[in-house]
C-alpha cells in the first residue's frame, strides 16, 4: 500500500486520541492481579514482535467479533468462543460456516498468553499468530471458510470499509496500516493474550482471603495436589502447555485409547503408534461454564470428565493407575468450580465492541451503520 507523508501524520494523530480514549475504557476494567501465586508471572508475554498497543488490542477485538472474518460473513471467532462460557460453546463440536462438521470440542480461550503448545492435537502451532489462521483458513475442518479462496480477500473485505483502514493506521504504523492476514492474525493475538483470568475464588484463595472458597473446594484443592491432577494441569493456568520450558509434545497424554477411526491425537502429526490418543492438557480456567469435555466433547460433565482420566485398564501412566471416590470427585467439582471467575466472563473490555468506529473523526464515520454491518455475539447457532 502506498501512503503520504501527511496520511502517516494523521494516522499517529489519530492512533494518540485513540489510546486516550482506551487506556480510559481498559484500565477501569483490567483483570486485578495484585498479589500473586507465588512465583508465577502474572503479565501475559508477548512476543517482542507484535508488542501490544492498546488500539492494537481494540482492532483486535473487533475483528474477532466480526463475522466478516467468514466466507458468507456469519460467522465470528466468537460464534464459537462465547465470553458467557469463558470462550467456548455449549456443543460437543461445531459445525464450520457451510455445515462441515467440526471434529473437536471449542477450548476455552482464558490464558491462552502464557500456552507454549495451542490446540488439541498440534505441537506445532506455538503462536496465536499462527493458530488464528487455522479457523480463517483451515480445511480439516472447515471453518471460517477462507481457504482455497481467492488470495487476499479477506484483506480487500476490510480494506473496502470505512473504519478498518484507519484502525490499521492507527495499530499499525510502522508497516503504514497494512491490512493483510499477517496484520490480522497479529491483531487477533494480542487481542487473545489480554484475555487474563486471575481472579477466581480459588486465586482470591491463593492471596490469602482464606473465606474466599468452601471447605469442600479446599479439599479439592488438597486432592488436586494429592492425585497428581496438578502435575499435567500444572501452574497457575492449570496446563502442562503453560510451563515455561516443558517441550510441546511432553505436554500431550494419553488419558485412553482411540477406537479405530476415531481421533488418534498426536499420531496424526507424528505418525508414531505410541502417541495414538494423546491430547495436550487442556487449561483449567472457568471449566464449570465450558462443558462438554475432552477432546471430542464426549463427557457431559465434569464429574464424567475426571472419571474419564480413570478407566484404561493397561493405563501406562502411573499417574492414572488410581481410583477416585464419588466424594472425592464431589471436592474436586468444588474445586474446579472456584476458578470461574465472574470478572473475566463480564469484563467489557472482552465483549462485543461497541458500534462505531473508535478512531473516526467524523460523525458518518462513528455510525452505527457505516462500521458494523457484521459484529455480532454468537448468533443462535446449532
Ligand atoms: C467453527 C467454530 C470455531 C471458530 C469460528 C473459531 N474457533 Fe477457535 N477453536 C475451535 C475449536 C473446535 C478449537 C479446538 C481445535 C483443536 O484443538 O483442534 C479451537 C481452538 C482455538 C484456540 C486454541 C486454544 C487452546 O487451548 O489451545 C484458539 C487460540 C482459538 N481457537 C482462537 C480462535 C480465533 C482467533 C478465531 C477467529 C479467527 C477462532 N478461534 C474461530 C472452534 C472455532
Ligand atoms: C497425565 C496427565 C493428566 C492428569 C494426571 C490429569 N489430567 Fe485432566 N486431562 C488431561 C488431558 C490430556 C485431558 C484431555 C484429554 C482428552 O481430551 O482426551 C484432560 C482433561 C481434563 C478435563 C476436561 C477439560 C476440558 O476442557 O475438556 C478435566 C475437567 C480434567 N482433565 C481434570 C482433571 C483432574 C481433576 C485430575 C486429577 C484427578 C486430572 N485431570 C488429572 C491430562 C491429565
Not at 488418534?264 to 502417541?275: C, H, M, S, V
Not at 470428565?305 to 478407566?311: C, L, P, V
Request: some cysteine; charged content about 20%; glycine content about 8%.
Amino acid at each position: 500500500m502506498r501512503r503520504s507523508g501527511n496520511r502517516a501524520l494523521f494516522a499517529t494523530a489519530l492512533a494518540s486520541v485513540a489510546l486516550t480514549w482506551l487506556v480510559a475504557c481498559v484500565s477501569s476494567v483490567a483483570p486485578q492481579a495484585s498479589a500473586p501465586w507465588p512465583g508465577a508471572d502474572l503479565a501475559p508475554p508477548h512476543p517482542s514482535d507484535n508488542p501490544p498497543t492498546p488500539i492494537k488490542t481494540e482492532l483486535g477485538r473487533r475483528l474477532f467479533y466480526d463475522g466478516d472474518l467468514s466466507w458468507d460473513g456469519t460467522m465470528s471467532c466468537a460464534t464459537c468462543h462465547e465470553q458467557k462460557r469463558g470462550f467456548t460453546d455449549p456443543n460437543k463440536t461445531r459445525q464450520g460456516f457451510d455445515g462441515t462438521p467440526g471434529e473437536r470440542n471449542i477450548q476455552t480461550l482464558a490464558n491462552v498468553a502464557w500456552f507454549r503448545s495451542l490446540t488439541w492435537g498440534g505441537p506445532h502451532v506455538d503462536t496465536l499468530e499462527h493458530q488464528a489462521l487455522i479457523p480463517i483458513e483451515g480445511f480439516v475442518p472447515v471453518e471460517m471458510g477462507f481457504g482455497g479462496k481467492p488470495e487476499g480477500a479477506l484483506a480487500q473485505r476490510l480494506k473496502d470499509q470505512a473504519c478498518y483502514p484507519q484502525l490499521f493506521r492507527a495499530a499499525f504504523p510502522e508497516r503504514q496500516g497494512e491490512i493483510s492476514l499477517d496484520t490480522i492474525t497479529m491483531a487477533l493475538s494480542v487481542f487473545q493474550r489480554s484475555l487474563v483470568s486471575l481472579d477466581s475464588p480459588y486465586d482470591r484463595y491463593q492471596r490469602g482471603d482464606l473465606k474466599a472458597i468452601s471447605d469442600q473446594a479446599k479439599r479439592g484443592a488438597a486432592l488436586f495436589d494429592s492425585k497428581q491432577c496438578a502435575s499435567c494441569h500444572a501452574g497457575p493456568h492449570f496446563t502442562d502447555a503453560a510451563i515455561p520450558g516443558r517441550k510441546p509434545v511432553e505436554t500431550f497424554h494419553r488419558l485412553a485409547i482411540p477406537a479405530d477411526g476415531k481421533d488418534a491425537g498426536l499420531q496424526r502429526i507424528t505418525q508414531k503408534p505410541e502417541d495414538a490418543g494423546k491430547f495436550r492438557t487442556p487449561g483449567l480456567r472457568n471449566v464449570a461454564l465450558s462443558a462438554p469435555y475432552m477432546h471430542d466433547g464426549e463427557a457431559a460433565t465434569l464429574s464424567d470428565a475426571i472419571r474419564h482420566h480413570f478407566g484404561l485398564a493397561d493405563q501406562a501412566d502411573e499417574r492414572l493407575k488410581q481410583s477416585v471416590s464419588d466424594r472425592e470427585v464431589g471436592d474436586l467439582i468444588a474445586f474446579l468450580e472456584a476458578l470461574t471467575d465472574q470478572g473475566f466472563i463480564t469484563n467489557p473490555a472482552f465483549a462485543l465492541p461497541n458500534p462505531g468506529c473508535p478512531v473516526a473523526g467524523d460523525a458518518a464515520l462513528a455510525s452505527e451503520e457505516a462500521n458494523s454491518r457484521r459484529l455480532r455475539n454468537s448468533p443462535a447457532g446449532p
